[in-house]
Structures are given as structure tokens and as C-alpha cells.
Nanobody, 123 residues
Framework: VQLQASGGGLVQAEGSLRLSCAAS????????TGWFRQAPGKEREFVAA????????VYADAVKGRFTISRDNAKNTAYLQMNSLKPEDTAVYYC?????????????????WGQGTQVTVSS
């Protein structure tokens, strides 16, 4: 499956952005989708993941209550709605996919990755 992330940009603190992850090549509904991010000088970290149907979600503590992951299998797209953004959310955001909902926080368990999209939050 090929993944294309988009929707990044520059936003002020407390603002919002919605990232999209468009999939092609295979049945999108067969894959769980995860979002990860990498800030300058830091390791890539888990942000959120969503199950095949969308009924199951997992979030990193740092984004709980502010970010919402969702998906539209008819459009082969997953989303990450980011509200109340903070400067520390500044990073390159990546979407990824795999078939198992186990170990979703482990980036090494994902089989497919999209290119990143830059999110910059100014104070």
C-alpha cells in the first residue's frame, strides 16, 4: 500500500490543523493506520493509531484530548485532527500502516510509511 500524507503547515499556538493520509494500492480497510512524528533532534515517536473499522483508537499521552484520529475507508483516507496545538507539537508527521492492531506504538512494527508533512506551531 502506498501512503501520502498532507495537510501540514504553519499555525499559531492554540490553533488547529487536520492531516490526511491517502492510501492506494491495496484494500485500505485491511490495514490499521498510525501517525508518528519526529521533532528536530529527537527520535520519531508514536502519536495515534486507529483500527480497521475505526472503532479502536490509541493515543500518546501527550496528545490525548487534543488530537483525534479517524478514517474514511470509502475514501481510502485516514485523518489526524489536531486542536489546541502547542509549540512542542512542531515536527514532521508521518502516517504508517500495517495489518495487525498489536503493538501499535512500536514504529518498527509498521510495514508501510508515507512521506512526512511538516507541522510548525509558533508561540
Amino acid at each position: 500500500v502506498q501512503l501520502q500524507a498532507s495537510g501540514g503547515g504553519l499555525v499559531q499556538a492554540e490553533g488547529s490543523l487536520r492531516l490526511s493520509c491517502a492510501a492506494s494500492g491495496r484494500t485500505f480497510s485491511s490495514y490499521i493506520t498510525g501517525w508518528f512524528r519526529q521533532a528536530p533532534g529527537k527520535e520519531r515517536e508514536f502519536v495515534a493509531a486507529i483500527s480497521w473499522s475505526g472503532r479502536g483508537t490509541v493515543y500518546a499521552d501527550a496528545v490525548k484530548g487534543r488530537f483525534t484520529i479517524s478514517r474514511d475507508n470509502a475514501k481510502n483516507t485516514a485523518y489526524l485532527q489536531m486542536n489546541s496545538l502547542k509549540p512542542e507539537d512542531t515536527a514532521v508527521y508521518y502516517c504508517a500502516a500495517k495489518q495487525s492492531f498489536n503493538d501499535v506504538m512500536n514504529q518498527g512494527s509498521y510495514d508501510y510509511w508515507g512521506q512526512g508533512t511538516q507541522v510548525t506551531v509558533s508561540s
